[in-house]
C-alpha cells in the first residue's frame, strides 16, 4: 500500500508499516489491527475510515501507544521523523505525546477531567512539555482558544468542563491538542457528537489550522461526506485491514474493492441520485476478529467472492504509487459504482 520512505526524508511524518494490535479475551486471541501500512507527509490530511468496530481507534491509539493493558502492539516499522516509536520506553514516548503529537478524542466530556478548570488543564500541557511559566502558559491558553473561535477566552479559563457545551468543549478539546505545535495531530471522531451545524465548524476550524500550523493530521471517521470536504488521502479499513486506500479522487472516482464500492453506493450522489430511489446496502455482518483468521475477511458479504477467497490471504494489489486495494481479482474484474 505505503511505500518505504526513508527515515530521512523530512517529508514524512509518520511512517506506520505492519502494525498489529492483538488482545487476549476469554474466547481466544482478538485480532483488533492486522497489517497495517501507512504513511503520513507534512501538510496532508489522511482519513481511516470504516464502520463502527472496524478498528479505526485501535490503530490511532497504537500509534500514541495508549492500548488497553491487555492490548499487544507489534510492527515492522513505527517511525516517527528519524524515531522508532517501537523502541521508546513509557518517559520516553510520554514526551512525545502531547508535545509533538497530540490526540483529540471522540468525546471530550469524558476527555477533559471534571475536577479542574480549562485553564488548569490547558497550561498543564505547555507546562509540562515546555518549562514555560504559569503567565505564558496562560496566555498562550488564551491565544489559542480565541484562535478556535472561543470568545471571552480569559473568563472560559476559569470555567470547568461541565459549564460549556459540546460545541465549546470540542473547541477546548483542539486548543489543548495545539498548546506546544505538534507537527500530527490525530483527530478520533472529532465530530461524532455534535449537531450538523457545529459539525461543519470543527472541520472548516480544524482544515484551517492545520493550514496555518502546517501540521499532519490523522482524521478518524465513518463519514464520506466528511473525508470527500477535508481529506487529501484516505485508507479504507474493514476487520483490522485496509482493503484500499489512495487519494481521494482516485478512490471516489474509481474505487476498487467491493467493500469500498458497498459504502460508496450508501450515499446519494446529486444529480444521479433519483428521488425515491432506494440507495445501496451491504449484506452480512462482520466478522469476528477472534481465533485464527484465513482468507478474505470480506467473502460472506461479496457479490465478487469466488472458492479461492476463502483460503488464499489477499494481497495488496499497488495501482500506483500511493494507490493500492486487497483482493484477489484484477482491476478489470471489478467495477465501481462510480466508474
Known amino acids: 500500500m505505503a511505500k518505504r520512505q526513508s527515515k530521512d526524508n523530512p517529508d514524512v511524518v509518520l511512517e506506520v ?23 503520513v507527509r507534512q501538510g496532508e490530511t489522511l482519513c481511516l475510515v470504516g464502520e463502527s468496530g472496524c478498528g479505526k481507534s485501535m490503530t490511532a491509539l497504537a500509534v500514541m501507544d495508549l492500548l488497553p493493558r491487555a492490548a499487544r502492539r507489534s510492527a515492522k516499522a513505527l517511525n ?3 524515531m522508532d516509536l517501537l523502541k521508546l520506553g513509557e518517559r520516553e514516548m510520554a514526551d512525545i505525546r502531547g508535545d509533538r503529537m497530540a490526540m483529540i478524542f471522540q468525546e471530550p ?3 477533559l477531567n471534571p475536577a479542574y478548570t480549562i485553564g488548569n488543564q490547558l497550561k498543564e500541557v505547555i507546562i509540562r512539555h515546555r518549562g514555560v511559566s504559569h503567565l505564558e502558559a496562560r496566555q498562550r491558553a488564551m491565544f489559542l482558544l480565541e484562535k478556535v473561535g472561543i470568545t471571552a477566552a480569559e473568563s472560559r479559563l476559569s470555567q470547568y468542563p461541565h459549564q460549556l457545551s459540546g460545541g465549546l468543549r470540542q473547541r477546548v478539546m483542539i486548543a489543548m491538542a495545539l498548546m506546544c505545535e505538534p507537527e500530527l495531530i490525530i483527530a478520533d471522531e472529532p465530530t461524532t457528537a455534535l449537531d450538523v451545524t457545529i459539525q461543519a ?13 502546517h501540521m499532519a493530521m490523522i482524521l478518524i471517521t465513518h463519514d464520506l461526506g466528511i473525508v470527500a470536504r477535508i481529506a487529501d488521502r484516505l485508507a479504507v479499513i474493514y476487520a483490522g485491514q485496509i482493503v484500499e486506500s489512495g487519494t481521494v479522487q482516485e478512490v ?9 464500492h458497498g459504502l460508496l453506493s450508501c450515499i446519494p450522489v446529486p444529480g444521479k441520485t433519483k428521488r425515491g430511489e432506494f440507495l445501496g446496502s451491504i449484506p452480512g455482518m462482520v466478522p469476528t476478529p477472534i481465533g485464527k483468521l484465513n482468507g478474505c475477511s470480506f467473502r460472506n458479504r461479496c457479490s465478487y467472492a469466488f472458492q479461492s477467497c476463502s ?12 494507490w493500492g486495494y486487497r483482493c484477489l481479482l484484477e482491476p478489470e474484474k471489478l467495477k465501481s459504482p462510480c466508474a
Not at 201 to 213: A, N
Not at 311 to 322: C, D, F, H, K, V
Open 201 to 213: 465548524q470543527i472541520l472548516h476550524l480544524l482544515k484551517d489550522l492545520q493550514r496555518e500550523f
Open 311 to 322: 483460503g488464499q490471504n489477499p494481497e495488496i494489489r499497488a495501482l500506483s504509487l500511493n
Open 252 to 260: 471516489f472516482e474509481n474505487s476498487m474493492h467491493p467493500y469500498t
Open 17 to 39: 508499516e505492519g502494525l498489529n494490535v492483538d488482545i487476549s479475551v476469554a474466547a481466544g486471541e482478538l485480532h483488533a489491527v492486522r497489517d497495517v501500512s501507512f504513511i
Open 80 to 82: 516517527f521523523f528519524s
Open 109 to 111: 466530556m469524558t476527555s
